[in-house]
């Protein structure tokens, strides 16, 4: 018998600095196309490696989803922001995103009362997964406020009071 797979959250490290966030972006990347197929790619692979090691990784608090030596998740918040909360295709289903969304929600609840995002209309997972979070609509959009031109969904959840 096969032992389980332990899930361990992490931080980047910053001695595999440009090789996490080029895995991120990769995993990015990858799950995007996955859950939205014909999504408008507004920026090239090698763009959004860049954002990542530049804007993503020194700017927001990310936590990365690991399996042994592979990042199968991850997430970044921005302040009252959950800026970014993705799973590596093949691994949904598995509690990743839910490990991620707890402790990210750990981590935001003594800085600010509620917690926001922004998803794609049509990315019913998503909505699915922050709906059951007790996350609720507080705005719907049209696409002209996005770079892919996609109707989004603002959520939120309150965090305290």
Not at 45 to 68: D, G, K, N, Y
Not at 128 to 156: Q, T
Request: one cysteine or more; a neutral charge.
């Amino acid at each position: 018998m096969k032992p389980a797979l332990r899930l361990v959250l992490r931080r980047p490290d910053p001695a595999r600095f440009e090789a996490d966030a080029d895995e991120v972006a990769a995993l990015f990347v990858a799950a995007r196309r996955a859950a939205l197929p014909g999504l408008r790619e507004a920026h090239t692979e090698a763009e959004i490696r860049a954002w990542m090691r530049e804007t993503v990784f020194p700017r927001q608090s990310v936590r990365l989803a690991c399996l042994r030596d592979e990042i199968v998740g991850f997430a970044a918040r921005d302040g009252a922001w959950l800026a970014h909360l993705y799973v590596k295709p093949g691994w949904t289903g598995h509690q990743i995103g839910q490990e991620l969304l707890d402790a990210t929600i750990a981590e935001a609840t003594p800085l600010t009362p509620v917690l926001r995002l922004w998803t794609f209309q049509r990315n019913a997972g998503a909505r699915r997964f922050y709906e059951g979070n007790g996350f609720v609509v507080a705005r719907e959009g049209d696409g002209k406020g996005n770079e892919e031109g996609e109707p989004d969904i603002l959520y939120e959840r309150q965090l305290r009071g």
